[in-house]
Structure formats: C-alpha cells, structure tokens
C-alpha cells in the first residue's frame, strides 16, 4: 500500500535556464517561451507590476488631478519635461505599464495551460502499484493477524476511502494516494491572478471615468459636453451613456467640533432627484461616501465637496464682464481653498482673479489660515493681473505667462480682501470686484466597470485556492 503525493511538475516549477550559445530561431523562441513562463520571471514581473504602480499614487495624475498635476509642473520645472516622457502624469495609460502588465498574463497562461494538462493527466492516471518489496518504501510496517487477505485488503480500502484516499485494490494489495487538492487550489489561485487581470482589462476597455463639479441647487446631464473631466475606454462608444439626469437639491455637512480632527466634515449627504431617462419618473437618492447611485449600469459617487464664491467682475466701462459662483479647490482638510477668475472680455484690459477663501479665516503665527471648515468668518483674498488671461486653459489655473499683476502706488502687489457683500474698485479704471455670496458644490464622480463582477469572481477564485 503506498501513500505517494503526485508531484507537482507545471510550468511554474521551471526556473529560468541559461541562455545557450547557439541555436537556431525555433531553439531561441522556446528557450525565451521557457524564461517568460518560468517562476523567476513570473515574480520579477509581480515585483515590477507594484513598483511600477508606485508612482502613480505619489505623482499626480493627469486624468484624475489636472490641478494637482499642474502644481506639480509649476513647482518641478527641470524634473516635469523628463516626467512627461516617461508618462509619470498618466502612469497606469502609459506603454512600459501597459507591456509589465501584458507580459505577466502571458506568463500566467503559459504557467496555467501546461499545468493544468499535468494535473488533468494525473488525475485520469491510476495511483502507481505497491512495490513489491515495502522495505523499499521510505516508510513501511509489518503487522501479522489471522485475518484472511481478502479481508485485510477490504478492511484497509474501506478505512482509506474513509480517509478520501483514491484506492485501486489488487489481487494482492491496496494502492492509495491523495493530495491532489492543494495542487487543483494552486491552479485555482493561479487563474484567479488570471481572471482579475482580464476583469481589469475589460472595464478598461470599455468602461468610463468622468467628473464633474455641481453647484447645489444645479443639475447635470449625463452627456459628454457635461463632463469637466472625463477618461473614456480604448473601445468605449459615446453612444453607450446612459440618459439619466440629476439635480443636487440640498447638501448637508456634519462637521467636528472636538478632537484632534476638529474641523473637518464627519460626513456629508447630497439629496438628488433624478431621472433614468428624460420621460421616466424623478425620484430621490441621499448621496452618501461609498453609497453611490446605480442607474442601469452607471454608477455615480459624491467624492468631495467646497465652495464656490460668487464672484462679479465689472470692467472700467462698468459692464459685467464675470458673474456666478466661482469653484474653489481645497487645499488642507479646514477648507482653505484655492480658485481663479478669468474675466477675457473685460475692456480696457483682460483681469485674471488669483487666491484664496478662508471659510473660517484666522492669523496663524502671523500667516492667513482657516481654522474650521464651516462658514463662520468668511474671507475671500484675491490678487490680481491683467492682460491675455488664456480663458482657453483650466478653469483652476491661471496662466500668467502673458499677464502683469497690478500693483499700489507703493509698489507692493494689490490684493483684494474681501468680506460677503463687499465690492472694491481696481486701481487704474480697470473696473471693479464684488464678494456676493457664497454656495456650495458637490465633486460627483460617474463610472461605468463592466468588469468589475469578473475581477470580483477572481478575488472569490483567489481565496478559494488558498483554502485549497
């Protein structure tokens, strides 16, 4: 009676071999098929897969963080032209990830393929007869008993079967072995990398990312022309978006008051109405962090929200060359935020608004500060410039390439420091600046991943053939 574990001879036992001197082209092709299939080659390219995912969480990324990304640029001039070819602005879209990417599921088939023709093979094969000499086994025992053969080999079938041994009984001896569940879980896992991997591909492909700022009180369309940022799929079609609409009719914060955190929001809540199609009946959703709204196969997410001052802008003509609520960005977790004005048909001159909004303004170490995210002393603080203001770039960058910052008569830069209802006049006619009020925006996030039931399937896959 033997016990033998069928052994485990797939591809991804095979180390990387040495490269020979001379071969032919067919030679060559297995020798590198056996390389990329190998062990050494496979965890060198996990290796590189989570390195290479590195810098897209720490440098900004284009498609994500316009804002941020520009930042970076202005504040990295000599590093941002060598970022820019190596794709670090747009880490996960650029070709080098992209090749790690597809030569690790290369790897993975050629592992999986040979592997599982192996363990089919033996599964089919009978377990190998008992020696005729059991002093041969490694581990062996001798028992004598008045039992007759035929009950003794009956007997141990029956306790090994028990035992979920595979068991061929001969004319005069029992043959079991077991084992081959760690191997099937080791397959298993292997095709769960496999199937993450293509889920991954496939939203990808045909999936979308957009987003877009909503003022409270206004409403979207779910249309491309809508979108302030929006990543599409290498095969995604324009057509496949669905026609739903919603409208941000109330937002409610619940902010901190105690504790190292003070400040910020707990949690925030956006009530929509919305419609599946333009003929559908309009219905209620409380937007929430991580409860997003599902409309058919669209998904849409309340990822952040802020202020947005109302700003107007009157040239030296007196006509109101800007007017409406003006989207300023966070930059630390009490809401101090950063926003730009571009008034291009201002006349004599272009003005470009540049600075900060201080929901809670306050002087710290003699420095302008928010301390708390809530509306509690509002102060908006704008510089200003004047000339070719570019209203073509970012909404959230002011280029000032082609601009002058006005100035006092002393010589030190004039700024505008402005409570709610003020309005100052610019130096030089150029016109005047009014502080109307203050509304909230929501940073909603629309995303369609069609494969993220197929990468779900492999995370289940992957922990079965752990427990296997």
């Not at 804002?67 to 996960?92: C, N, Q």
Request: some cysteine; overall charge negative.
């Amino acid at each position: 009676m033997s016990n033998p574990e069928p052994k485990d001879t797939g591809g991804r036992d095979r180390q990387a071999t040495p490269m020979p001197t001379d071969m032919n082209a067919r030679e060559l092709g297995r020798w590198m098929w056996r390389q990329v299939t190998s062990m050494r080659t496979a965890l060198v390219l996990l290796l590189l897969l989570a390195l290479a995912a590195i810098p897209g969480s720490i440098v900004p990324q284009e498609d994500v963080d316009s804002l941020g990304a520009s930042r970076w640029r202005d504040a990295h001039p000599k590093l941002t032209p060598i970022y820019e070819k190596l794709g670090m602005f747009s880490v996960y879209d650029s070709p080098w990830f992209s090749a790690i990417y597809i030569l690790l599921m290369i790897s993975l088939v050629g592992c999986i393929v040979p592997r599982t023709a192996v363990y089919w093979r033996a599964l089919r094969a009978k377990p190998p007869g008992a020696p005729r000499n059991l002093s041969r086994l490694p581990e062996h025992a001798t028992h004598t008993t008045a039992d007759t053969p035929g009950d003794v080999l009956a007997r141990a079938a029956a306790e090994l079967r028990k035992r979920r041994y595979r068991v061929v009984v001969g004319e005069d001896s029992v043959s079991a072995e077991k084992g081959y569940l760690r191997e099937a879980g080791n397959l298993v896992f292997h095709l769960s990398v496999l199937v993450v991997l293509v889920g991954f591909a496939i939203g990808g492909l045909y999936g979308y990312k957009g987003g877009v700022i909503v003022i409270e009180g206004k409403g979207f369309s779910n249309d491309l022309t809508q979108y302030d940022d929006f990543v599409p799929g290498s095969l995604f079609k324009g057509e496949d978006l669905e026609p739903f609409s919603f409208t941000v009719k109330d937002f409610e914060v619940d902010w901190l008051t105690e504790g190292p955190r003070a400040g910020m929001a707990r949690k925030f809540v956006s009530t929509l109405e919305y419609q599946e199609t333009p003929t559908s009946e309009v219905k209620t959703y409380d937007l929430k962090v991580n409860h997003p709204l599902t409309i058919g196969s669209t998904e849409v997410f309340l990822i952040g929200h802020g202020y947005a001052p109302v700003i107007t802008v009157r040239d030296g003509n007196g006509d109101v060359a800007y007017s409406g609520p003006t989207v300023f960005l966070p930059v630390d977790q009490t809401f101090a935020s950063f926003g730009v004005v571009k008034a291009g048909f201002a006349e004599p001159a272009q003005i470009g608004l540049e600075g900060d909004f201080y929901p809670t303004f306050a002087l710290g170490d003699g420095l302008p500060r928010s301390s708390f995210g809530d509306l509690i002393n509002p102060l908006l603080s704008l510089s200003v410039f004047t000339g070719e203001v570019n209203t073509g770039e970012s909404i959230y960058v002011l280029d000032k390439s082609d601009t002058e910052q006005v100035m006092k008569a002393d010589g030190k830069p004039f700024r505008l420091d402005m409570r709610e209802g003020d309005t100052i006049e610019l130096p030089d006619g150029l016109g005047s600046v009014t502080f109307d009020g203050i509304e909230r925006w929501n940073k909603i996030q629309i995303s369609r991943t069609p494969g993220k039931l197929i990468a779900l399937t492999g995370v289940v896959m992957a922990l079965l053939g752990l427990l296997g």
